[in-house]
């Protein structure tokens, strides 16, 4: 890692190692804006990315105090992310996704733009937008709204997530637990798709628009809290064009989903302030088809792997949150 000794428009990737940091890494280098990745490679066993690169965890705040200094700009991603991965060890949820951006709030004056997500809203039959009361139903959540609460009154952007799919990079593992991503594997493995009740509607947003908008919240003005979504899909539908694309027959189960989320995102607000300008919307076929090529063509080979999905793989880690 090359020390510098100028902030000046240099960006911090904390957690760019990762799933939507494959994508904020490309566009970045693409913009030619500087920026390092601070990294402790949860998911990784190594990291080959031609990029400036600091290993590091977000809960050593005493390199984080020496490193901050020389960026202008955090684009924060670092956290134990879904529901189902947050609960395995919810100390490790807290410090990790919680605690450390209390840390970032009360320690740095740069410009910060902050993951959030959808699943603040939790289960809302109406639509909702950044006025709605959250009504988070998980940890995860929860620990979201905290982060919320921390960076209200700083100079940052906080983007609140749809469910992400679709392909990042070349280097960042593909996410098998993700909706779209998680039912076209299954429609391309085993030729069909069980869709589950289906009713329950979900914003969606392909990674590279993510990474698009995160990198714009650096250069760009916008402040507070923002929904960022591509296209809103009640699950039925989804597994509906997911089965048309890959060709695989479908069924539906009246069965009670054990998810019991539900938002219908408005992006009224992002519209309004320029935050949904993007260079190329990336739709949900587009998605579908990225996911399809990998795995037909054998570039995933074992897609039930515990790294794909992040419960599985963070319950083999031990308290100090490495693995076992």
Aim: proline share 2%; aromatic share 10%.
């Amino acid at each position: 890692m090359n020390e510098q000794n100028n902030s000046e428009n240099r960006v911090l990737v904390v957690g760019g190692a990762g799933y939507i940091g494959g994508a904020v890494t490309d566009i970045l280098t693409k913009q030619n804006i500087p920026f390092t990745v601070y990294d402790n490679l949860l998911y990784e066993h190594q990291y080959l990315k031609p990029v400036d690169f600091i290993y590091g965890d977000v809960r050593d705040t005493e390199k984080l105090a020496k490193v901050l200094p020389n960026y202008s700009a955090v684009i924060w991603l670092a956290a134990i992310v879904g529901d189902g991965a947050c609960q395995v060890k919810p100390e490790l949820t807290v410090a990790v996704n919680q605690d450390s951006v209390e840390w970032l709030a009360n320690n740095y004056n740069g410009r910060i733009v902050f993951v959030s997500t959808c699943s603040v809203y939790g289960k809302n039959d109406a639509e909702v937008d950044e006025e709605s009361t959250p009504n988070p139903l998980s940890l995860y959540a929860q620990t979201k709204i905290k982060c919320e609460e921390f960076l209200k009154n700083k100079n940052s952007f906080i983007v609140r997530l749809g469910t992400v799919y679709g392909l990042s990079d070349t280097y960042s593992r593909v996410r098998m637990d993700l909706a779209g991503n998680y039912m076209t594997a299954n429609a391309v493995i085993n030729g069909k798709l069980s869709v589950f009740g289906g009713s329950q509607w979900r914003p969606l947003v392909h990674v590279k628009n993510v990474g698009e908008v995160l990198v714009n919240g650096v250069k760009n003005p916008w402040k507070g809290v923002y929904n960022f979504a591509t296209s809103n899909y009640q699950i039925k539908d989804l597994g509906a064009e997911i089965a048309k694309i890959t060709g695989c027959k479908i069924e539906y189960v009246e069965q009670k989903f054990e998810d019991q989320r539900n938002y219908h995102a408005s992006t009224a607000k992002a519209e309004r302030d320029g935050v949904l300008k993007l260079q190329k919307v990336y739709t949900v076929e587009d998605g579908v088809k990225e996911i399809f090529d990998v795995i037909s063509t054998k570039r995933v080979k074992y897609v039930e792997n515990d790294v794909y999905f992040n419960a599985r793989y963070i319950a083999s880690l031990n308290e100090d949150g490495k693995l076992d």
